[in-house]
């Protein structure tokens, strides 16, 4: 299991002005060289020691593409805990500004503790975090991760495998729909490269000065050869 100091504990790896920047204007950042090597092909391996997992999702019998993941188990892996207490703070200032720029009362507190204990109590108990394996051919279709009435609104992924070396396609996939349409985006990774993201809608601003809400939804096409594993980290935990 790999055993990295919780991330709260080192310098962050991340510029917290260009994260909001980013995020403002695409809806998505990147964050390169999130994880070295080592720790990537550590979380891989992770996948076949099912005493980590809560539960496995095959997921063409859901309609969800074809390929699978699953759910990690509390306690989660300290690599991954350290993550979502470290990387939650940044991005609970800049979805606060969303939600004030959408004119939503949500405000989301500080820390990640006191965010899970809301969704504790509102019955949204198991953890979300999850580890992904694609084999050629594999896909995920556009989706959105919610889980229940509380949802944070950006999320992490994080590519485990190498492009070129491990697996070829397998491209991770924006789509923004507002009332001008919809685009889609190609977001660039490498592994150990994250990748924050919107979970459900974002403002972008609207042509009389305000803002309007645009509707993301993220997915991967299809892995044409190898393997490809990725670590999903979700901030709200589900019903
Ligand atoms: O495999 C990927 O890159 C996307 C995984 C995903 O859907 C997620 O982390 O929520
Ligand atoms: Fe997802």
Redesign the pocket.
């Known amino acids: 299991m790999p055993t990295a100091p919780p991330l709260e504990k080192t310098a962050p790896v991340w510029d917290e002005c260009r994260l909001a920047e980013t995020l403002d204007a695409e809806g998505w950042a990147t964050l390169p060289g999130l994880l070295p090597p080592c720790d990537c092909a550590t979380l891989a391996g992770l996948y076949d020691a099912p005493r980590h997992f809560r539960s496995r999702i095959v997921m063409a019998r859901h309609g969800f593409g074809r390929g699978e993941?699953q759910y990690f188990a509390y306690p989660l892996p300290p690599l991954i805990e350290g993550l979502r207490h470290a990387l939650y703070p940044p991005l609970a200032r800049i979805a606060n500004a969303w939600q004030a720029r959408l004119g939503s009362p949500t405000r989301y507190p500080a820390e990640l503790p006191e965010f899970l204990a809301r969704c504790h109590g509102a019955g949204q108990t198991r953890p979300t975090p999850?580890l992904?394996r694609?084999s050629a051919g594999d896909h995920?279709c556009l989706?959105q991760?919610l889980y229940g009435e509380h949802v944070f609104p950006l999320?992490?992924?994080i590519?485990l495998s190498a492009p070129g070396r491990d697996f070829s396609g397998?491209e991770?996939v924006m789509t923004e729909r507002t009332s001008d349409g919809q685009r889609a985006d190609v977001v660039p990774l490498r592994q150990g490269d994250g990748v924050v993201f919107t979970v459900n809608e974002r403002p972008v601003p609207s042509r009389r000065g305000g803002w309007r809400r645009a509707q993301m939804r993220?997915?991967?096409s299809a892995v044409r050869q190898g393997q490809?594993h990725?670590?999903?980290?979700?901030f709200h935990d589900a019903r």
Request: glycine letters at 14%; a neutral charge; hydrophobic letters at 45%.
């Open positions: 993941y999850l992904l694609y995920n989706h991760d999320q992490l992924a590519l397998g991770f993220h997915g991967v490809r990725t670590v999903g980290v979700i």
